[in-house]
């Protein structure tokens, strides 16, 4: 049975799903996803603040962060998977990482997208780029 976000308790101020980001219990955090059926702009960014505070892209990329609803929109109609940012954290004390961009049909996306453009959101370094 699903709820409504409304309903999760705050834990001083935050998501119970952003306890289980802060607290790496991924397990948790699924279950909750799973339980609550949609997410409010607040609950969402509570769980990307949790991301950029652990410094988990991987997390934010499997909420689906990052992601843009026209770029969804273009991808679909050209049927082309999801883009895999790759982030590669080197020295996490002076905040040293690399990051790869493997964008698929790049041009045909560029060409259909509204603004000419393509957004990409990550997390590294403590930021959200």
Partial sequence: MAT????????EG???PYWAIVNNRHHALWAFIHFISGTSPSDSSDLRIACMITNDH????????GNFSEDRR???FLRCQP???????YDESIKQFDVVF????????????PDKSLRFE????????
């Fill in 83 to 89: 883009d895999e940012i790759q982030v590669y954290a």
């Fill in 102 to 113: 493997p964008i698929r049909m790049f041009q045909k996306r560029l060409r259909t997208a």
């Fill in 58 to 65: 991987s997390i934010f990329q499997e909420l689906n962060f």
């Fill in 122 to 129: 990550f997390v590294a370094g403590g930021r959200i780029w």
């Fill in 14 to 16: 935050h998501t119970a």
């Fill in 4 to 11: 409504d976000s409304k309903v999760v308790l705050n834990i």
């Fill in 74 to 76: 273009s991808r679909s």
